[in-house]
């Protein structure tokens, strides 16, 4: 999977966050002992036990769920990355809890970039509003923009929505120094997603088998 992924970036550099939702303490662990350093992990409460588990491994947590109001505080106290910024009223709790001996809590905007109903992510108007909220906390650190495009059979459609993710992530980057990350692409669809600019790719099924 990593000779794949820098095959397709080409020498830019490429993070690959290892999706590890439903899966136990112990396979997060034979990973980081491959060299693996980034997880990502959908639900707060399911993510809290496996970090009480792994205690002190130096492991990046991610929260890339959709963020109820009321884990802000549980977000800021045990992850180092959300993902999922994608409306005003979360910013101000995230940036009050996030406690003093921690670095800023490294944020990304989701985008709805498909504008699907159901989806969570703001739409891209709302991307500079924001992002201009998360980078006057100092202790938030903006760093870019995450999407899920809709799945589509058709690989045109799918480029075509992370080109648009591209362009707000190049716009952005003109207007926030900090803001180094694109956050597209999944087990299916991520040498796609590198090629048309993700710096990030998010594989959950493809490094640990298919989800039960
Ligand atoms: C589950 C999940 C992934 C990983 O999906 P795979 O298809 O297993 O690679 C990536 N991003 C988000 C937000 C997810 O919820």
């Not at 989806?119 to 924001?130: E, N, R, S, V």
């Not at 207007?175 to 087990?187: F, P």
Request: aromatic share 4%; with cysteine; net charge positive.
């Amino acid at each position: 999977m990593t000779q794949r992924a820098n095959s397709a970036a080409a020498g830019r550099p490429v993070r690959i966050l290892a999706v590890s939702k439903t899966r136990p303490a112990a396979l997060i662990r034979s990973l980081v002992a491959l060299g693996q350093q980034a997880f990502g992990e959908n639900y707060v409460q399911e993510a809290l036990g496996k970090q009480a588990e792994l205690g002190d491994t130096a492991i990046e947590w991610h929260m890339i769920g959709p963020l109820q109001s009321n884990k802000c505080k549980d977000v800021a106290e045990h992850f180092d990355w959300l993902q999922t910024v994608d409306r005003a009223r979360l910013i101000e709790p995230l940036a009050r809890f996030r406690p003093a001996h921690l670095p800023p809590l490294n944020v990304l905007v989701q985008v709805n970039i498909d504008d699907e109903p159901s989806k969570a992510g703001c739409q891209p108007g709302q991307i500079a509003g924001l992002a201009d909220s998360i980078a006057a906390h100092p202790r938030l650190r903006l760093r870019g923009l995450m999407a899920i495009p809709a799945p589509a059979a058709d690989v045109g459609i799918r480029r075509a929505a992370f080109v648009r993710m591209r362009t707000c992530f190049e716009r952005l980057r003109d207007s926030h120094r900090d803001v180094d990350t694109l956050s597209i692409g999944m087990s299916d669809d991520f040498e796609l997603a590198i090629t048309e600019g993700a710096t990030m790719v998010r594989v959950g099924s493809l490094l640990f088998g298919p989800r039960a």
